[in-house]
């Protein structure tokens, strides 16, 4: 069965995975989001994610700018990333350029939540999400988090997933159940954000859980396999943020195992893949003002060329604004390669848009416009780039170029 | 005096130079444009230049892509860039991703304005723009560069000029005086273009004249340095053309000697900085909607840092969508800064704008915001960032994003 999550052609959901009314977190884990006054609309801006076990691992993964911001710095260093049984999250202020003492704002975030749940500091992951270079009221995150860990209930996901958001346009969240060998699981993911597309904020979040047993270290295997895989493949303007973080948490509450090099490894692997990668397609449909998605595969290249090629394709201002009005614009594509190998040779790129070859070995191939123009009218756009040489294929999803990123984008917001 | 040419506070115009009415070609200098049929308005799109001494001298510079056009190929292979004669361009079709017939197409060009002009083949550098991926109709160049070499006249610089752009919203060209202690000389200029900026069409090109008399190897030196301070140094959206082109041609018609290592080779290099800077930013502000132009000035850094910062942060959409607002908001800068240095240790960054720091050592700095956002509402916004280390300053020069910028490229052309 698929219900509402899945929605792209570029996600293999296997068959052991059924999709789930969200809500329900997986057994041993209890959430809440409250209001703690850091967003002036008094909206949910605290939320805690709380992991009782019995049989705790963990995972994360930071962003690799860096220009990191307070909380990432303090998880990085004063936190087990293998045994992470609390995460605490406000929005409204990343913490981020805020200096020393940021710094001492986010240790006393964590401070708090240890305290308030009765956990050592280094058993707490704390995040922030929201304007970049304002201090964080410490006092009113203390207070809220002190509130919230008094409302922890296993029905207490969606108001967490709502106090991670800042401006999205709709919720990143999804509830599936995994089928393995051992019996069924459960596996429920909170996501934000969409790198740095808003004015000021920054931040993609995401917040895995689930209730299957595994050991720390295939949760981090699995969590950098599939975060590479999702996450790190998607653009919506090329610009990396100062907050992303994603932990996954495993309460072990099933009683079912995910031993290592098993075939539940690959199971549960594989459905945290199509998880992950659906959640990375929906931020960047979320990039404001998308239209149409992107995905631009590069075969061959040398040195690392396609994933340069890659990335200067998906990032091209030209391409993302022809994505978005329709245009099967291939020349754009031609220079957007060639600025990215800039003083090669000429190279004999082959370009395919949608399986229609428009260019072969560096020139122009015969082929039909208007049936071209035709497919590209849709919601999710392929394009395929061959390089001489034997690099890996490589891909990365990308947003288009709207008058809505313009638009909220040159507005002065503080 | 100065006139209607240079009109940016960050081009240095020296004391020893003047600008005239534009028009004047150097003594040793004729031109023609013609229409010949490429542009289907009917607009003039075939121009030629002839230099015809009686010290001739030349030097070029070309695009670093990958993917460069075959009128590029052409005259980077078969002519003596030291000794151009007559320089031949068409607008309307930038004969790039053509495949070996364009290559036959840009070699026929030449030859026939080599045949046309009575000069050997190596004596003529063809430069093409516009559309990518359509082959050339060499027939109507081939009787195009005959119309135009039959009206060659000293007054054919406005014809040529005009023959040369595309969808150029304004001219670019200049005719300046430089007074050298040997006497004055005549330094002309024309350019069109701004990278990659209109739908599939290429090229920035600009065409340099002066009567004064150099050597080859001062002339290559001089253009050498002054296009990495000016061409080199502008983006409109970091695309990178397959066509570029500068063409510097020395007559030597006015009988003053430029020497290798005098007092008249700075003065004679410091005007045609002045000139080929103010060229480059006024390409910039042709960028499609273009309201403002940045300039981002890098200090520090280590092992090429400096470069890679300037241009993230001249290419972020975020920082150009804030430019086109009148918004400072160096949050977006500090994110780019970051995205561009990924994987190093937390950075400790200064940032300015117009002179006010808002940003010390990585964090916010204290600073009247209302003064600011009113210092940033003007045509040319200066941001100046500080990096630990020891590198060379750097600076880029670059447009906004607008809404007309996502209009123009989002339409389908074709």
Known sequence: MTGAFFTSRWVDVPEWVTEEPPGALPQGFRAAGVACGLKESGSLDLGLMRCDGPDLASAIRFTSSAVVAAP????RDRANAAQIKVVAVNSGNANAATGGRGLDEAARMQGAAAMSSGVGEDA???CSTGVIGVQLDGRKVTRGILDASKQLTAEGEEAFARAIMTTDAFDKRASLTVELTGGPVRLTAQAKGAGMIQP????????????????????????????KRSFDRISVDGQLSTNDTVVLQCSGASGVTVAPESEDEVRFGQALDALLRQLGLHIVRDGEGSKRVGRVTVRGGNHGAG??????VANSPLVKAALHGGDPNWGRIAQAIGGALYGSAPIAFDIAIEGVQVAVAGAAARFDEAALAQLVDRDEV?????LPGDGHETEVFFSDLSHEYVTINAEYTT
Not at 72 to 75: A, D, E, F, K, S
Not at 205 to 223: G, H, I, S
Not at 382 to 386: A, E, F, N, Q, T
């Open 124 to 126: 707490v992951a704390v």
């Open 200 to 227: 000021r904020f920054a931040t993609m979040l995401c917040f895995v859980q689930t209730d299957a047993k595994l050991e720390a270290e295939t949760a981090d295997l699995l969590l950098g396999v599939t975060v």
């Open 307 to 312: 994933e340069v090629v890659a990335r200067a």
């Open 382 to 386: 392929d394009y395929v780039i061959g």
């Open 72 to 75: 990432v710095l303090v998880t």
